[in-house]
Structure formats: structure tokens, C-alpha cells
């Protein structure tokens, strides 16, 4: 695992110095998850891709930066619920009080991605519960990590929407935006949604992973799936779906004849 080490910042809204996480990014090894999320070896150091002051409870990706807007967010009432809220683990609500102040300066597609790490959170912790249960000194609790998750994506797909259509992309090739939204969809059991998504997706004339994950997605949603699956899954499956060349080569003598 990456060593985390500490920086001083100083907080541009209150002026307060703190020390933050920091970490170089390792290398990946592994395959991504179908909404992008990366491998266990740099996505266990998510707790340093996101600043918070502990004196005004600054959050964003660094603290000595000043957000437009961020002084009268901070001081809302539905920002600080949302620092203090106890239906998700700390790290998630510095996430998503990360996706506020994102939001309020007009920027919908950092918030929406704020709130997708925040969803990513909810998971590892939902998966660590499964296996080990509430560990003593965990401080997990009671908290529905599943539900918690699913109430991060809706509002990604809500954010992630609004980007769209303010001219916003986050996506860089054709159809990746509609591959992300089907997984958020889906993952929230909307799977009539998650296949109309693939289909504006797949009407972009994607190519390569891009088209191989839009079709997977449209399988997933088909079955009613809702688990997490990654991008090398989508890729076996379509190999298996057109099997190797030289099978590909036999059926087609094979139907001639």
C-alpha cells in the first residue's frame, strides 16, 4: 500500500493552517469497475482526493483554493447536516459536502463525480461489513452502507443530468457519458432506464471498450443485475460472445453449407 504523508494547507476560506493526506498515486493493476471506479491499490487512498478543514469544514480538492461561493455554502444549513449526517460514514459526507460546493459554483459535473466517489465509499464499506461484520472500534454502526450508496448515485444521476444539459461533458469519447449513467441506473435497480440509456449511448456509434461496455450494460440491465462488475468482465463476456476466429470462421461454413 501507498504511504500517505501529510501537507500543511491553508484553508482560503478561514485562513486556518492544517495538516491534509497526501499520497502519490500508485501505478493500477487490475481492471477498473464499469463506472470507472479503479482497482483496490489506488482506490484505497480515496481518503486523500478530498481536503477538509476542521476548523470551518472546508471541503474540496484543495483547501488553499477558494471555491466560488464556498463561504455562503459552508454556512447553509443543509451543508453542515450533510458534514454531520450520520446515514453516511465521514469520509462520504466530506465527499459530498466536496459535490455542494461543487454544485453551487455551477460546476454539475465535479459535483456529480464527488458524489460517485462518495457512492464508491459506501460500497468498500458495505463489502467490508459482509465480510467482517461491525468490527469493534469500527464505528460503523448500524448504518445501511448499501442504501447509502444507492442515495449517492441518485444524486449523481440528478447532478451528472443537469451537466448534460448545461453543456458539461464528462465524457471523453462517444457514448462514455451514456455508459456511466446506464451503470448508475442500473446499480439502482432503474433498469428500464439503464437500457434506454445504452441505447442513446449505442445510437453515438461508440467503438472499442466503449461499445463492449454500452453492451454489457444492456445485458446486466436485462437480467436484472445490480452488482458490481468491471470493464475486463464486460470484455471476456463479449469474447464469448463471438467466440475466437476460427470458431467464428466454422459457423459461417457451416451455415453455407
Not at 118 to 131: G, M, R, T
Not at 209 to 224: F, M, N, P, S
Request: charged share 25%; proline share 5%.
Amino acid at each position: 500500500m501507498p504511504k500517505t504523508t501529510q501537507r500543511k494547507k491553508k484553508c482560503a476560506i478561514c485562513g486556518e493552517t492544517s495538516s491534509q493526506p497526501y499520497v502519490r498515486l500508485p501505478q493500477r493493476h487490475g481492471s477498473p469497475d464499469l463506472d470507472t471506479r479503479p482497482p483496490a491499490d489506488v482506490r484505497f487512498t480515496i481518503d486523500t482526493w478530498v481536503q477538509t478543514c476542521p476548523s470551518c469544514g472546508y471541503c474540496f480538492l484543495d483547501i488553499a483554493k477558494r471555491a466560488p461561493e464556498a463561504e455562503s455554502t459552508i454556512r447553509s444549513e443543509a451543508y453542515l447536516k450533510q458534514l454531520e449526517s450520520q446515514e453516511f460514514s465521514k469520509l462520504a459526507n466530506h465527499f459530498l459536502c466536496w459535490s455542494a460546493i461543487e454544485e453551487n459554483a455551477g460546476n454539475f459535473s465535479g459535483s456529480g463525480w464527488a458524489c460517485i466517489h462518495a457512492a464508491w465509499i459506501c460500497d468498500d464499506a458495505a463489502d467490508f461489513k459482509k465480510l467482517y461484520g461491525n468490527v469493534s472500534g469500527s464505528k460503523m454502526g448500524d448504518r445501511d452502507e448499501g442504501a447509502a450508496a444507492s442515495l449517492c448515485r441518485l444524486k449523481a444521476i440528478r447532478l451528472l443530468k443537469t451537466a448534460r444539459e448545461e453543456g458539461q461533458g464528462f465524457g471523453a469519447q462517444p457514448g462514455a457519458e451514456e455508459a456511466l449513467m446506464a451503470d448508475l441506473l442500473r446499480r439502482i435497480s432503474r433498469f428500464g432506464s439503464a437500457a434506454t440509456m445504452v441505447q442513446c449511448g449505442l445510437d453515438l456509434n461508440p467503438t472499442g471498450v466503449i461499445d463492449t461496455v454500452l453492451h454489457y450494460e444492456k445485458e446486466l440491465a436485462a437480467r436484472g443485475d445490480t452488482d458490481v462488475h468491471t470493464i475486463s468482465e464486460a470484455i471476456k463476456w463479449k469474447a464469448e460472445q463471438t467466440g475466437p476466429p476460427e470458431e467464428r470462421g466454422k459457423q459461417t461454413t457451416s451455415e453455407a453449407e
